[in-house]
C-alpha cells in the first residue's frame, strides 16, 4: 500500500471503513472517500550523519515542522551564515518545502537570510539554512537547536503565455499602498 501522511492527525495508515468507497485514518479515525485527496504522500528524510535530527512539530496543529542545527555555531554580528541540518528531503511531485523564520529568533534579529528559502520536489541534496544576525552581538547556536521551521505545501504549476494586453480590473495598477496605510 502506497504511504500517505494524514492532514488532520499525521498517521500514516489508513484502511477501508464503511463500505467500498470509504476509508478511515488509523491515528484519529477521520473518514474520506480517496486516501489520495485527504492525505498528502509521506516526505523522505535521509539523515547524512549522525548529528542530524528528524523535523518536528512542537504542538499538534502546527502547521511548520521545526529544523535543527547539526553542529555549533556562532554567528557574527551583521554576517550571513549556512547552518547544516545534515538531511536530505524526498519530497512528492507537486510540493515543495518553504525554509521559514522561528518568530522567537526573528525577535532577537535572527532570520532566515533570504526571507523563506524554496526546496524544490528534485533537489535531493543537504538542507541547509541561511541565518542572517541583524543585531551587534554574536548569537550561538548549539547542535539540535530550533534554527527554522520548514512548511511543505504543494506547489502548483503554470504555463506561461507572452500578451500584449491585460484584462481590465478595478483596481488596476494601484499598488504599494493604494487603498491607505
Known sequence: MEQFLCRV???TEYQKAH????????GCSAVFTDPKLFCA????????????????KMTPAATAYDLFSAR??????????LLATDIALELPPNFEAQVRCRSGMAKQGIQVA??????DADYRGPVGVL???STAKEYRVEKGDRIAQLVIAPAVHFG???????S?????QGGFGHTGR
Open 131 to 133: 541565518l542572517f544576525n
Open 9 to 11: 492527525c499525521g498517521h
Open 72 to 81: 555549533d555555531q556562532t554567528l557574527l554580528p551583521g554576517a550571513v551564515a
Open 114 to 119: 533570504n526571507g523563506i528559502g524554496s526546496i
Open 19 to 26: 463500505g467500498e468507497n470509504f476509508y478511515s485514518c488509523a
Open 160 to 166: 506561461l503565455e507572452r500578451v500584449e494586453t491585460l
Open 41 to 56: 504522500p509521506a516526505v523522505k528524510v535521509k539523515f547524512l550523519s549522525g548529528k542530524a535530527s528528524m523535523p518536528a
Open 168 to 172: 481590465d480590473t478595478t483596481r488596476g
